[in-house]
Each structure stands twice: as C-alpha cells, then as structure tokens.
C-alpha cells in the first residue's frame, strides 16, 4: 500500500505557531522533504523531532521529486515542507505533488501559518474578495506591465517583495496610483521585529530607507466614490507625471497616457486630447 504525501505549512517565523496536527505528522513520517534542511532543522530541534530530512528545492525538484515518488509507492509517507509557511504558495513543492497524484498517491494538506492571512486579518484592509499575486516579475518590462495591471482592480492585491526591490515597488504604485494612495505593508510578520503599517505610499518611501526583511505587500482598491473617476490635477501636474512615467518606466508617451488615464478612471483618447491641446496652447512642463 502507497504511504501519503503530506504537504505540512511550518512556521513563518515564531516558532510556537506551529499546529499540533503539524508536530504529529513531522515525528510519524518516514521522511522530511525540506526546502532548506538546515533551516527546519531548527524547527525540529525545538520540539525534539528526529525523523531524517532530505533536501528538496527549485534546483533538484524534478529529479528529486520522482525518487520520493518511488518510497511513497513502496510504503514510505513523507512530509513536504518549505523554508517558512505553506509549500508550493511561491515556494517549491508543485513538482512533487503533481508527480504524486499523477501516480496515484494520497495528498494531505497540513495547513498553518501564514503571511497572506495574517497580514489581511491584522491590517484593517476590506478583505471581502483577495487576490494573492505571488513576487511581482524582476525584469524591468515585466515589472512594469505587472504594476500597471494593478490599475482599477476590485479587490485587495497581496503580493510579496524582496527587500532590495521594495523602494522600486513603493515608486512604482506611486505612479500607477499616487502617492496619498494608503497601502498596507508587512515586515518580518510574526517575529521578534515585526511591523505591519497602512499608510499613504508617501510615507512608506520615507520609512523602508534601507528594507530589509521578508515583505508582505497588501494594495487595496480604489475607494467607491472614486470609481467613476478622479478628479485631475491641472495641466502642468498632468504634464510632470507623464514625464515621470515615461522616465521610470521608460516606456512611450502613448502608453504613458494610458497609465494616467487608468489612474483618473478617463478615456485614454479625451487625455491624450487634453496634453496635445495644453502643448499648442503653450503650456510648458
């Protein structure tokens, strides 16, 4: 008889989070599939767990994957677990699982810990419809598509953030929204430093000088009573941030207008009528 494959969330960062049902199932396996053993290590030792763990991670998951496939249809049941929270929720694990069922395998979730939740239930944010959108793209002409696509969504966007690209995530909602917009931010969720603060985007540039951490980004949508669109700046202002935009972004005038017009919620062609219209009409920038 086939053992089981259990997918077991772990600790993001205290380690007393950790559910019972999770401990049980870490010490009854044959064997831990973890993401970086050493840093489960660290679990186990705190609870006095000794079962043997192997490595499992983006580098050797495949080859990996179909060798734990083979002890699980010899009888072996084997916990998976990642670094921090659930396995395969931008982590890795896809691999092995999907290997697992396709051979007929049992999959168990373990659920515990985690950022997204924790970071939606403590921030305040409506939370009635979310999205979870993983770590933004790290080329710049993904990046920029990936935050423009944030523009005009109805629910609340989640995503997580390298510390490095923090300040170029705060720039980047600057100009797909603007800089009074309040957003919700969490660093180091659940350990011994943690912050979690709502603030306009302004502010947050001044606080993350030097990000550092594991960061859980949460972007609202625009409130009700903005829906049917803002109210715009006058002309000179208009022409400034389409400047920024096409500085930053590098992108053409064209497509600059349009993140503007996504951002006041009009026609794309009526602004890019208005900006044509304040240039012969000798308004400088």
Known sequence: ??????????????????????????????????????????????????????????????????????RLLAGESIALVSD??????????????????????????????????????????????????GFPPSRSSERNLWFKGLSGRTDLVVFFEAPHRVRDTLDRLILVFDQNKRIGVGRELTKAHEELVVRPIFELVEKFVEPRGEFTFLVPPEAS??????????????????????????VTGRAAVKVLASRYRMPVNELYDLLNQSVRGGHKT
Do not use: C, W
């Open 225 to 250: 009573d903005s829906q049917e669109g803002r109210s715009l700046p006058d002309l000179q202002v208009l022409q400034q941030e389409l400047g920024q935009i096409t500085e930053i972004d590098g």
């Open 1 to 70: 008889m086939a053992g089981i494959l259990y997918v077991v969330a772990t600790p993001i960062g205290n380690l007393e989070d950790v559910t019972l049902r999770a401990l049980r199932v870490l010490r009854d396996v044959s064997m831990i599939a973890a993401e970086d053993t050493r840093r489960t290590a660290r679990l186990l030792q705190q609870y006095s767990i000794s079962t043997r763990t192997t490595s499992l991670h983006e580098h050797n998951e495949r080859e990996k994957g179909a060798k734990l496939v083979e």
């Open 84 to 133: 921090a929270g659930t396995p395969v929720v931008s982590d890795p694990g896809q691999t092995l699982v999907a290997l697992a069922r396709s051979a007929g395998i049992r999959v168990e979730a373990i659920p515990g810990p985690s950022a997204i939740l924790a970071a939606i239930s403590a921030s305040g944010l409506p939370a009635g419809e979310f999205s979870f959108l």
